[in-house]
């Protein structure tokens, strides 16, 4: 997985470059568990989860994803989350904020900073 | 050439959502705007005119707001097909004015990127410049025309600056005889959506300094409105204002306006000489066009609510922490809206339900909608209580006849629920569609903007209801007056009308649920309408004006029906599909028969096992 994910770390890496905070506690995550407060770089968007579960396909689901702005190299931090189950969770991506459902975030992975202490 | 001159040039209005799309439109076009539906489909098309500096006529068609040219539900089909000059009916546009929000150009970037490979002329109008500004963004505009290669102007629709400036810009690209170059547009695949984003990321990197004072306050806000508690409770608290409102001055005025309705009947009535012209006057006409107005104003309310949440920015926020709530039972979470309006008058709630992009998530919220409780039961509710409910104290603090009208409020909701998770199991297994929305940055909604939007929301319910309700009423008036009574009749003749032999008919269906032949013959009538039941009960019963004296009404009926029966009325009227101005609503949105058959079917079904269930205990423990 990880040599999977190797070019899409370095691209990630160099759009974070003069922060440099990614060698330190970084981790890589399921959009779909993050909790409010994490955040970081989007590193890939998949097209595996759920065949047939989301009526429209994986594709489909990837394309809509990537249209919201959900597109590797962007930065994201997960801002709310939903009373019952933490579901939905509402995230800042980029410039914008968007509302989405864990279901639909599994196929975004995050590459999360360090998580702010005490948490 | 004279014909190029004469027919004016067709300039659409593309954009993101909450770009202020619709704000621009209203400032280009004033007061010269007409609504209709585009040919065959219940999207809504907003068409304005705008005459040039050089006189020159421009329509203005205002297109449902996208994210892309790849169109996921009926709105942005339009949107797609009106662009791709697809749509039937429709000449493509000469000019695409692009709409973006200045301070969110993301994603309009990258719609720009799509909408150059169809190839029309384009402007692109940054609105809301006037935050940008004082947020400190920084848009080097004439380098991100050039790599655009469309010319830019800045606007801010609310106060109506740059409207000019983008007049003239679209004249100017008529004048220049840019035509529309080839149509390269197609789907795009996964990685051709990704190399837009890069491309838009190199224009926003290149043109586009980051603000120096980014808006905070929306962080602030949220922090408060989508709290998983505090913000529940601030949505039921709105809730809770928005119904008072509906209910004490929306209701308020409508009594007044049906009060109204029954003084000029009845000035008609003591002026003509009776006979058939002067029923057919006062019964079909006068009171079908105000059983129609009586909803204006609750419908109104309701919707200057839902209009200033939803430009303020809130509505996004209330399908967010109502989504999962709704989701247990198979329901999107922007249903909400429309299932809220629907306790007011289920057509609005029908009509609104536009904003589900999905199929299956919009008919399971269409065929829910009506049971809600609607206002138009409450006088049906009300007069049963009365009649069959005891006004004793419950618990000390509560009261008996309270307490069900709470428990009917309570079941309607129930079995909406259960409706709509039934039919996710049975009917779309599995199929439960991706959830994606924009939370906007919140904004002070204009007055100018709410009053237009109110305007028309009141203008398409008078004419969409009215063309529906009012047709039905005078079909109802001519089933319960033909034939009339023959001379020396001595029961009402409601009893003779085709009306009366038909609920003679059926009665014989009806007896296991307890209800006799005056009821029957009542539900006729009240097909067109629920609370017409309650008047026509009055007739059965030969009492004559119920208005005048409600309590008599009560009083005949607590002699004539046991208390079982009386609660199987109540049950039958929290399902009973006794509304045609419904059914021909969902006709209209569906575009078939078929959903209001399976609507119709469905309730009465459900209507009837309650009504019979309800019946047979309530005679099992001695109500019979």
């Known amino acids: 997985m990880h040599d999977m994910l190797a070019e899409p770390v370095e691209a990630a890496s160099a759009r974070m470059g003069t922060e440099g905070r990614l060698a330190t506690g970084a981790r890589l995550m399921r959009l779909s568990e993050a909790r409010p407060g994490d955040g970081g770089i989007i590193v890939e968007v998949r097209a595996e989860t759920h065949p047939g579960d989301h009526g429209v396909g994986v594709e489909e689901l990837q394309r809509r994803l990537l249209e919201f702005g959900f597109v590797e190299g962007a930065r994201l931090q997960v801002l709310h989350e939903g009373a019952i189950r933490h579901d939905p969770i509402a995230v800042r991506l980029d410039d914008m904020r968007v509302a989405l459902r864990r279901r639909d975030a599994e196929d975004v992975w995050l590459l999360a900073e360090a998580a702010p202490a005490g948490r | ?624």
Not at chain 2, 283 to 310: A, H, K, R, T
Not at chain 2, 554 to 563: I, P
């Open chain 2, 1 to 624: 050439m004279s014909e190029a001159a004469l027919s004016p040039a067709r300039v659409a209005l593309v954009g993101n959502p909450n770009t202020g799309k619709t704000a621009l439109f209203n400032a280009l076009t004033g007061g010269r705007q007409k609504v209709a539906n585009y040919a065959g489909v219940t999207v809504e098309r907003k068409e304005g005119f705008v005459t040039t500096a050089h006189g020159r006529r421009l329509s203005i068609l205002d297109l449902p707001g996208t994210y892309s040219l790849r169109a996921r539900s009926p709105d942005e089909a339009v949107t797609r097909d009106a662009v791709l000059g697809r749509l039937a009916g429709e000449t493509p546009p000469d000019v695409v004015v692009c709409v973006a929000d200045a301070t969110n150009l993301r994603l309009v970037l990258r719609l720009i990127l799509e909408l150059k490979a169809v190839g029309r002329p384009m402007v692109l109008a940054l609105n809301m410049y006037d935050i940008a500004q004082r947020q400190g963004l920084r848009i080097d505009l004439e380098g991100l025309s050039a790599a655009t290669g469309c010319p830019i102007v800045t606007t801010v629709a609310t106060r109506k600056r740059g409207i000019d400036d983008l007049v003239a810009q679209v004249e100017a690209r008529l004048e220049s005889g840019a035509l529309a170059g080839d149509n390269r547009w197609r789907e795009p695949a996964a990685h051709e959506i990704r190399d837009a984003h890069k491309e838009a990321q190199r224009l926003l990197k290149a043109y586009v300094r980051p603000p120096e004072r980014p808006d905070t306050l929306t962080g602030r806000i949220d922090a408060v409105l989508l709290h998983p508690v505090a913000g529940l409770m601030i949505l039921l608290a709105l809730l809770f204002v928005m119904f008072q409102a509906v209910f004490s001055w929306g209701k308020a005025v409508g009594d007044l306006i049906g009060e109204g309705f029954t003084g000029v009947g009845g000035f008609v009535a003591a002026h003509l000489p009776p006979g058939l012209l002067t029923s057919f006057i006062t019964d079909g006409v006068i009171s079908g066009v105000g059983s129609v107005i009586v909803f204006l104003p609750q419908i109104l309310v309701l919707f200057l609510f839902i209009i200033l949440l939803e430009d303020f920015g809130y509505m996004a926020r209330a399908a967010f922490l109502m989504d999962r709530i709704m989701g247990g039972a198979g329901l999107h979470g922007r249903a909400f809206i429309p299932l809220l309006s629907s306790f007011a008058c289920a057509i609005p709630g029908i009509m609104s339900t536009r904003v589900i992009d999905n199929r299956r998530d919009r008919l399971t919220t269409i065929l829910v909608a009506p049971l809600m409780t609607c206002s138009a039961r409450i006088p049906v509710y009300t007069l049963i209580i009365s009649a069959f409910i005891p006004n004793r104290p419950v618990a000390g603090v509560m009261n008996l006849q309270g307490l069900v009208m709470f428990g009917l409020y309570a079941a309607g909701i129930l079995s909406a629920l259960a409706v709509s998770f039934v039919t996710r199991r049975l009917f779309w297994r599995g199929a439960v569609e991706p959830f994606l929305m924009e939370l906007p940055s919140y904004k002070v909604p204009d007055p100018e903007n709410v009053a237009r939007s109110l305007l028309l929301r009141g203008q398409i319910f008078l004419t969409r209801a009215g063309t529906i309700i009012f047709p039905l009423m005078i079909a109802v008036w001519f089933l319960s007056s033909f034939p009339g009574a023959p001379p020396g009749a001595t029961d009402p003749a409601i009893n003779y009308s085709l009306a009366g032999r038909l609920g003679h008919l059926i009665q014989p269906l009806f007896a296991p649920i307890g209800f006799n032949w005056q009821m029957v013959v009542a539900l006729v009538p009240g097909f067109a309408a629920r609370e017409v039941a309650v008047a026509a009960l009055g007739t059965v019963y030969a009492l004559g004006d119920v208005g005048q004296a409600p309590g008599a009404l009560a009083t005949t009926l607590t002699h004539h029906w046991s208390v079982a029966t009386g609660l199987s009325f109540l049950a039958w009227y929290i399902f009973a599909p006794q509304c045609a101005s419904t059914l021909g609503v969902v006709k209209r949105e569906t575009n078939s028969w078929r959903w209001p058959i399976i609507m119709f079917l469905y309730m009465t079904g459900l209507a009837y096992a309650a009504s019979l269930v309800v019946y047979r205990v309530a005679v099992a423990l001695g109500g019979g």
